[in-house]
């Protein structure tokens, strides 16, 4: 597969269904195609006017009922505007289906912070944002009727929704093993570290943590997980494999 411009650097944004959204400037995209080793090109995202909003990533969704996919540019209400206004995402929405660009507002029902974590993941439509500062998942259904965003609490938030402290060595993050989506989580306040994994069971905002997630595992991997060891992913079709990786090494 040949490179668009042998003379541009190339970023890779997001991988999701075969597909890899690449960043040769500043809104200037690419989707690379590796089984038919062919690059997409996707026109510029028109002007966006608002001073209330800032887009601060950008991904790419798939659904396997579709064929096509969707480019999208998201953002929050900007730094000037008070915390508790901050209630809504801001999506800019590339569909491959129109060829052309579309804006949507989402309430989160929920206040956000500022800054929203630059690798959502894509699961049968929807952009997961895992949140860890307010422990929620923020999710969105590009491809459903709904205009509003799912806000799942992580298994960390107790019954009566108040938040846990997190721990200086402590890490998180979501991965996709055997269909469902998976959270996985090291707990560094034991003697022995351990990682913890989860399996989300509802899809429904408002449900309490124990609802909305199965606990799995209580794993000792027999590592010094507060020396910087970070769970990466689980392995796709066989959700007893886990992957880390050492900060200090780079070793899986």
Request: proline share 8%; hydrophobic share 35%; with cysteine.
């Amino acid at each position: 597969m040949a490179d668009p411009n042998k003379n541009t650097r190339v970023r890779i944004l997001a991988i999701t269904d075969g597909l890899i959204l690449t960043e040769l400037g500043p809104e200037t995209f690419r989707v690379a195609d590796p089984v038919l080793r062919e690059w997409i090109k996707i026109p510029h995202p028109p002007p966006y006017s608002s001073r209330q909003d800032e887009f601060q990533g950008t991904a790419i969704v798939a659904n396997m009922n579709n064929v096509g996919y969707k480019v999208v540019r998201y953002g929050v209400p900007a730094v000037g505007v008070r915390v508790m206004e901050r209630d809504r995402l801001c999506f800019q929405i590339y569909s491959s289906d129109s060829k052309s660009w579309t804006y949507r507002h989402v309430p989160t029902q929920r206040p956000i912070s500022s800054i929203l974590p630059s690798n959502p993941i894509n699961f049968n439509g929807y952009l997961h944002w895992l949140c860890r500062a307010s422990q929620v998942i923020f999710a969105y259904d590009f491809y459903g009727p709904s205009e509003l965003c799912v806000v799942i609490d992580l298994p960390q938030r107790s019954a009566k929704g108040t938040l846990k402290p997190l721990w200086h060595g402590d890490e998180a993050t979501l991965t996709i093993s055997c269909g469902p989506l998976m959270y996985m989580n090291t707990d560094t306040r034991k003697p022995t570290q351990q990682l913890k994994i989860w399996r989300l069971k509802k899809y429904t905002s408002g449900s309490s943590s124990k609802e909305s997630w199965e606990f799995l595992w209580n794993l000792r991997p027999g590592l010094e997980l507060c020396l910087g060891c970070v769970p990466v992913a689980m392995h796709p079709f066989d959700k007893e494999i886990v992957y880390l990786v050492t900060c200090q090494t780079n070793f899986f």
